[in-house]
């Protein structure tokens, strides 16, 4: 791709979609060979840093990658033997389910309080509305590894602010008996936090997303929909819904990828030793590296079929960018 | 009627806002106190008796050996390399993509949207072996053109809508005027995408001051450890000493919190300008 100066001379033909670039320059080889200079670094350094190495994964999912082969020993080819393990092992779909079942919730729990919020805010008086909106960006902005150790403490047993409240509450409402309550001890509870950190990390986003759409909405539409009697329920599924349907797409497709190979989180809040709370991305990563006795091959195997699921959700996402024009 | 309603959006707005930042003041006021307050049966929101012991211990190597600093420097050089390295390429490129037609165009940009999509987790697998290879497993350098590749795709994706947004009638007086592409680009267009390369800069920043699966893998020694690391090392070893985790976190979250602040409002015209064109 870095010399590309050939492709450009084939193609005498190709007219520029805007006549702007056609302008008479002084600078011939500057316009010939600019672009592709200009794009040619970022070029290498995503073609070796993140193509290479998903075709490596693809190649080392046929192989057997162990301590023998990290001292240099060349890499075993075994086939399709490790697709056989993990398609066989009822632990993978244990896993694959727990991913999928907590991007469901994750992402439409994201989804419903950001667009709550987006709505809200673009409900409030401006100085009101900066407030809030600078308020939200707080959870935006903070770490992954500090939201999982904060909800972590929120949630912890001695101490913790959650159980305290749910202690305090009556106990013909939540139960009794809360204050030893530990969060991270089986899967559910363990997932339940984490929906509730990941959520409470990624609606700013959704809001925000929102509030921006919203901005760029004619307000005489509403203004009509009033006059026709039409409630803000009747009005967002009529109006709003409809017209920012593509930014909605785009919210989605995206929460969907983030939270399906959600990582870090999960890391600090299950750790490696909790298998039974494993997803996806944390089991590809355990047999990789959880062991004195790494199956890295295994592990790209699973990483792989991660893989495949998001360059689905991907297809979707570029398909619906294309179609806005945000590629022209 | 109309009064009331206003009432209640804006107590709405409060309760978002509060729900919005309370973890982080949490983590803030248990930095704060002690540790009897900290482990008392009746939290309270404020520290009573706020105390600086538990940064103390952080700052000097009480919590994880080494003293805080250095974490801090591993941080802070990944950080700004990434800053430097991701923001020349993504300028580059951006210039590229918003004031050229060139072949390969359209391929580059749904290039940009695909990777920036590809799970990092599925790559720390390969990316692993290939810098054990290199010999730059347990270095920052290797860490930091990992960073380099994550930060520029969106970089460019951010940075396109600035440059396109300098009218290019600017570029062609300065040309007709005498001055070369390179010196247009550094008297004319840098100076009027700056603001942009600020927040596209701030945000690269973020990605690698945050992250945290390919420094645990790849960093060994724990001299060499970043801010992320050293603190869900101490969090996994001394899981119950809230105090001094919550003075790491808070050390390592408000500067990041700090920065988006000062950048939201173009990251976010910058992330969404192209969704609402419509």
Known sequence: MIDTAPAVRKAPG???????????????????????LLIAPTVVVI????????????????????????????AENVGTANFEAILGDPFFWQTLRQTVLFAIVAVSATLVLGTLTGLLLNRLGRRMSRFVAGGVM??????????????????????????????????????????DFNWFASPLPTYTVLTVCVVWQSCPFVAVSVLAGLKSLPGELYEAARVDGAGPWRAFWKITFPLLK???????????????????????????????????????????????????????????????????VTAVYVRVMVRQGETE | MKGLRKIALNAAGLLVF?????????????????????????????????????????????????????YLRNSALLALGTVLVSSLLALLAATAVARFRFRFR??????????????????????????????????????????????????????RGFVAAVPRDLEDAAAIDGAGPVRTFFTVLLPLVAPGLVATSIFSFITAWNEFIFAFTFLDDQDKYTLPI?????????????????????????????????????????????????
């Open chain 1, 14 to 36: 190709r007219k520029a979609p805007s006549g702007r670039a056609r302008r008479p320059r002084r600078r011939r080889t500057g316009r010939r060979h600019g672009p592709y």
């Open chain 1, 47 to 74: 073609a070796v840093l993140m193509f290479w190495p998903v075709v490596q994964l693809g190649i080392m999912s046929f192989q057997k990658v162990g301590n023998r082969q990290l001292r240099g020993e060349p």
């Open chain 1, 138 to 179: 707080v959870a935006w902005a903070t770490p992954p590894v500090t939201a999982a150790i904060i909800f972590s403490w929120l949630f912890g047993t001695t101490g913790g602010l959650v159980n305290w409240f749910l202690d305090l509450l009556p106990d013909a409402l939540v139960g009794g008996g809360w204050s």
């Open chain 1, 246 to 312: 593509p930014i909605f797409m785009v919210l989605v497709v995206m929460s969907v990828i983030w939270d399906f190979k959600v990582f870090t989180q999960l890391f600090i809040m299950a750790g490696m030793a909790n298998r039974d709370a494993f997803n996806l991305s944390l089991y590809a990563y355990s047999e990789a590296f959880g062991s004195l006795n790494p199956k890295l091959g295994m592990g790209s195997a699973i990483a792989l079929v991660l893989t495949a699921i998001l360059l689905v």
């Open chain 2, 18 to 70: 509060a729900i919005a930042v309370f973890p982080v003041l949490w983590m803030v006021s248990t930095a704060f106190k002690p540790n009897t307050e900290i482990f008392s049966t009746t939290p309270k929101p404020l520290p009573a008796h706020p105390t600086l012991e538990h940064f103390d211990l952080v700052l000097n190597g009480g919590i994880a050996e080494v003293p805080f600093w250095a």
């Open chain 2, 106 to 159: 359209t391929t580059f940009l749904i290039m940009l949207l695909v990777v920036q999509m590809v799970p990092i987790e599925a790559l720390v697998i390969p990316l692993f072996l290939d810098l054990k290879r290199l010999n730059m497993l347990d270095s920052l350098a290797g860490l930091l053109v990992v960073y380099i590749a994550f930060a520029v795709p969106f970089a460019i994706w951010m940075l």
């Open chain 2, 230 to 278: 050293m603190l869900q090392f101490f969090f996994g070893r001394s899981g119950n000493a809230w105090g001094p985790i919550m003075a790491a976190s808070t050390l390592l979250t408000l500067p990041v919190i700090a920065f988006f602040l000062l950048v939201q409002r173009r990251m976010v015209a910058g992330l969404t300008a192209g969704a609402v064109k419509g």
